[in-house]
Nanobody
Framework: VQLQASGGGLVQPGGSLRLSCAAS????????MGWYRQAPGKQRELVAT???????NYADSVKGRFTISRDNAKNTVYLQMNSLKPEDTAVYSC??????????????WGQGTLVTVSS
């Protein structure tokens, strides 16, 4: 099982980016999926999560600007980021709490993708 993230890059303040993270491998089920970020010199923080039923949770700092969604058929979670600010600059990592076939439920992490918001 692996998570593959994509979509980071350089964007100007006020711009938008869309991150994607696909889970692959022998997966029985996926519960919560989410995005976390870590800025230079700071601890990793939760950005947004979404359950298998579509319930979402956002950090206060991104509410109204970011939208998390998922495609259960594709085992993929997305993060649409609008009105980006320089303080959104960070390495964004995806997480999935999932059950591999024949195994117990475990947290998996994708590789980070760098988002840089700068003029």
């Amino acid at each position: 099982v692996q998570l593959q993230a994509s979509g980071g890059g350089l964007v100007q303040p006020g711009g938008s980016l869309r991150l994607s993270c696909a889970a692959s491998g022998s997966i029985f089920s996926i519960n919560t999926m989410g995005w976390y970020r870590q800025a230079p010199g700071k601890q990793r923080e939760l950005v947004a999560t979404i359950t298998s039923f579509g319930s979402t949770n956002y950090a206060d700092s991104v509410k109204g600007r970011f939208t998390i969604s998922r495609d259960n058929a594709k085992n993929t979670v997305y993060l649409q980021m609008n009105s980006l600010k320089p303080e959104d600059t960070a390495v964004y990592s995806c997480n999935a709490r999932l059950t591999p076939t024949g195994e117990g439920r475990t947290d998996y992490w994708g590789q980070g993708t760098l988002v840089t918001v700068s003029s």
